[in-house]
């Protein structure tokens, strides 16, 4: 779970959180339901040197690749690289697809497995394991935008520049759209994140700076 010191107030964000925001399955058991000696078809036929886990870089740059993908694939490696890149999120270069997952898919587990767990868990770690290596640069992994969404969701007031609430409902991601397609750094200290003049501004900023992580 993160704590989050507000101005002296705790607030909470945790699976519970995380599931509100998202909408993604979470809870009941995370063990593949396969057996761990079964090969993968699509292992075998695009990364034939790798047995149990591939490279997020390779498995990306095989996926964009015109051609390379034969038809009766296309749909699993697709959902492969949704889940991937979009629910667990990490850097392509630094980071592996298990055989797992591969698996999962062909198998068609993947509609019901709980990949919330998975994707609240990788940021959870990745927090805090960097905070503690240098805390003024932090990478998140998993799905970082759940928090932010939840940022939004617990102010009172947001930047019209920023972010719009369309809607009121559950998963409450669907909720917001963005104002720009980029938002720069200097518009926000300016904005939403300067440090005086405005409560709900300086308690988000309070969110970065004081950000306390609990095992």
């Not at 591939?54 to 015109?66: G, P, Q």
């Not at 993947?110 to 868990?121: A, E, K, V």
């Not at 300016?190 to 409560?199: D, L, S």
């Amino acid at each position: 779970m993160f704590v989050f010191d507000i101005n002296g107030k705790e607030m909470h964000f945790g699976l519970r959180e995380f599931l509100i925001i998202t909408g993604f399955k979470c809870g009941g058991c995370m063990v593949f339901d396969h057996d761990q000696n079964s090969i993968s078809k699509l292992l075998s036929r695009y990364f034939p040197n790798d047995v149990d886990k591939v490279l997020k870089a390779d498995f990306i740059r095989v996926f964009k690749e015109d051609g390379l993908i034969q038809e009766e694939d296309f749909f699993n490696m697709s959902m492969i690289y949704f889940i991937s890149t979009f629910i667990l999120s990490s850097p392509p270069q630094l980071s592996h697809i298990p055989k797992d997952h591969f698996l999962c898919v062909e198998s068609g587990q993947y509609i019901t497995y709980p990949w919330g767990n998975l994707s609240f868990y990788n940021l959870r770690h990745s927090i805090s394991s960097q905070m503690a290596k240098d805390p003024d640069y932090v990478k998140f992994e998993g799905f970082p935008l759940a928090l932010q969404i939840w940022f939004y969701e617990c102010c009172n007031k947001v930047d019209g520049s920023i972010a719009i609430r369309k809607f009121n409902r559950t998963p409450r991601i669907f909720n917001w759209d963005i104002s720009k397609n980029k938002i720069y750094f200097d518009h926000l200290q300016k904005g939403m994140f300067r440090k005086y003049g405005n409560q709900v501004i300086e308690i988000l900023l309070l969110l970065f700076i004081n950000l306390i992580f609990y095992e």
